[in-house]
Nanobody, 127 residues
């Protein structure tokens, strides 16, 4: 199972980026999927999550209203649209899925519930 995150880059504050997470070796549509990030000198933190059908989403307060998570199960791919970017969004962004199909909303923000992780994509926001 592999998750390939891409789409990161350098953008000015106020700009936008769209991250992608392509899965191989498993059908992503059977599993919840989340995005995490790790900023320099900080612990990894939850950013956003989406249920396997795409009908439910969850966001960290710091990105609510600016980021939008989505997925295309036919393409085995999830996305994170990031708008109104701020310098504090600078981080390496990771996508992750759990090993099991069972999922409840209480699991979103705890990274120990996720078994498969992408390699990360760097997002740098200049002020």
């Amino acid at each position: 199972v592999q998750l390939q995150a891409s789409g990161g880059g350098l953008v000015q504050a106020g700009g936008s980026l769209r991250l992608s997470c392509k899965g191989s070796g498993r059908t992503l549509g059977y599993y919840a999927l989340a995005w995490f990030r790790r900023a320099p000198g900080k612990q990894r933190e939850f950013v956003s999550g989406i249920t396997r059908s795409g009908s439910g989403t969850h966001y960290a307060d710091s990105v609510k209203g600016r980021f939008t998570v989505s997925r295309d199960n036919a393409e085995n791919t999830a996305y994170l649209q990031m708008d109104s970017l701020k310098s504090e969004d600078t981080a390496i962004y990771y996508c992750a899925t759990p090993a099991e199909r069972f999922w409840t909303p209480t699991m979103w923000e705890h990274d120990d519930h996720y078994h498969y992780w992408g390699q990360g994509t760097q997002v740098t926001v200049s002020s």
